[in-house]
């Protein structure tokens, strides 16, 4: 099993995004994914079209530990076969002082998803877009982070911080964490930045071992289908949204 947060400090870069649908191009591809949405926007709840205010037991009452709750109850299966979710709610931004004083408050979601393990082929994690409490909750458990970088300035100078906190995680509680990909979005050829940043990605030395070959483009397509609750490879398989999640599902499938 596989478990791989999808994380970047930066907002804006694509992650809920890369969630939603690398997910679903992996059910597409025979794989068994659980999506645990750790960010209390929901994004990634609603983009699976879940309601995040109908589900009784979500992410918030399982790193809480509210008495009775189970993480087979928190567990929504979505429309997609093999596709299933543990639900965010906007609540789970108190959880981070909530849990402040709590002993082994890092490890809260460690042991909430304890029940599931080998039982999916993949575990994908969304992750606030910001280090707190939740995202050190998502990193003590991973095993892998795969990083979305739009194809943009900003983008790529925050490269560095999110590398230093998943090195200082490794050392403090996480051993077995690693950068297993850095993932191009938002890439627009029309533009001169966008195949510049690219290509610095694809030269420098520290992350040129870690890109992918696949690239995100920018596509509409991509967001209309968010809007509509599912995923691009679902919603429009002909997108160049749909085509490029199922390269990078594929990719990921041979790494």
């Given at each position: 099993m596989r478990k791989i947060a999808i994380a970047n400090e930066k907002g804006g870069v694509g992650k809920t995004v890369t969630v939603i649908n690398l997910a679903a191009a992996l059910v597409r591809e025979g794989s068994t994914v659980l999506v645990v949405d750790m960010d209390p926007q929901a994004n990634a709840?609603?983009?699976?079209?879940?309601?995040?205010?109908?589900?009784?037991?979500?992410?918030?009452?399982?790193?809480?530990?509210?008495?009775?709750?189970?993480?087979?109850?928190?567990?929504?299966?979505?429309?997609?076969?093999?596709?299933?979710?543990?639900?965010?709610?906007?609540?789970?931004?108190?959880?981070?002082?909530?849990?402040?004083?709590?002993?082994?408050?890092?490890?809260?979601?460690?042991?909430?998803?304890?029940?599931?393990?080998?039982?999916?082929?993949?575990?994908?994690?969304?992750?606030?877009?910001?280090?707190?409490?939740?995202?050190?909750?998502?990193?003590?458990?991973?095993?892998?982070?795969?990083?979305?970088?739009?194809?943009?300035?900003y983008a790529f100078e925050a490269l560095d911080e999110l590398f230093d906190t998943v090195e200082a995680v490794r050392e403090a509680i996480n051993p077995d964490i690693r950068i297993s990909g850095i993932l191009p979005t938002f890439f627009d050829a029309r533009t001169r930045v966008s195949p510049r940043i690219l290509e610095k990605l694809r030269n420098d030395e520290r992350y040129r071992p870690l890109v992918f070959d696949t690239v995100i483009r920018v596509n509409t397509t991509i967001a209309d289908s968010a809007e509509a609750g599912r995923p691009v490879v679902f919603y429009r398989g002909s997108s160049y949204g749909a085509t490029d999640y199922k390269s990078l599902a594929k990719e990921l499938l041979e790494r």
């Amino acid at each position: 099993m596989r478990k791989i947060a999808i994380a970047n400090e930066k907002g804006g870069v694509g992650k809920t995004v890369t969630v939603i649908n690398l997910a679903a191009a992996l059910v597409r591809e025979g794989s068994t994914v659980l999506v645990v949405d750790m960010d209390p926007q929901a994004n990634a709840t609603k983009g699976l079209g879940v309601d995040p205010e109908q589900q009784q037991v979500n992410v918030y009452r399982l790193i809480k530990g509210d008495d009775g709750v189970s993480t087979h109850e928190a567990i929504v299966g979505t429309a997609w076969k093999g596709l299933d979710l543990i639900a965010s709610h906007v609540d789970l931004a108190g959880a981070e002082v909530e849990l402040v004083d709590v002993e082994g408050r890092e490890d809260r979601l460690k042991q909430a998803l304890a029940p599931v393990e080998g039982g999916y082929d993949f575990v994908l994690l969304d992750t606030p877009p910001s280090l707190s409490l939740l995202t050190v909750n998502v990193f003590a458990y991973a095993d892998e982070v795969l990083v979305p970088c739009q194809t943009h300035p900003y983008a790529f100078e925050a490269l560095d911080e999110l590398f230093d906190t998943v090195e200082a995680v490794r050392e403090a509680i996480n051993p077995d964490i690693r950068i297993s990909g850095i993932l191009p979005t938002f890439f627009d050829a029309r533009t001169r930045v966008s195949p510049r940043i690219l290509e610095k990605l694809r030269n420098d030395e520290r992350y040129r071992p870690l890109v992918f070959d696949t690239v995100i483009r920018v596509n509409t397509t991509i967001a209309d289908s968010a809007e509509a609750g599912r995923p691009v490879v679902f919603y429009r398989g002909s997108s160049y949204g749909a085509t490029d999640y199922k390269s990078l599902a594929k990719e990921l499938l041979e790494r």
